[in-house]
């Protein structure tokens, strides 16, 4: 598990390029609850036969 764990590791440091894996975190926890609520939304639109924008949607994403 340690093996995999730090070859995880040295690819996501690899993706960073400067090696900063706490900023790529810091990212990535951004990017992980921006897409599971626009996901959530999208779900919601597709049960309830209806449609919201990008334009609609952007404003409230502004900070993220």
């Known amino acids: 598990m340690a093996k995999l764990t730090n070859q995880l ?3 996501v440091a690899k993706q960073t390029r400067s090696g900063d894996t ?3 975190f810091k990212q990535e926890q ?3 609850i ?3 609520v626009n996901r959530a939304i999208d779900d ?3 049960s309830n036969n209806s449609v919201i924008g990008k334009e609609t949607k952007k404003p409230h994403f ?3």
Do not use: D, K, P
């Open 62 to 64: 502004q900070g993220c």
């Open 9 to 11: 590791l040295q690819a």
């Open 34 to 36: 921006s897409r599971t």
């Open 44 to 46: 919601y639109c597709m």
């Open 22 to 24: 706490q900023q790529w």
């Open 30 to 32: 951004i990017t992980y």
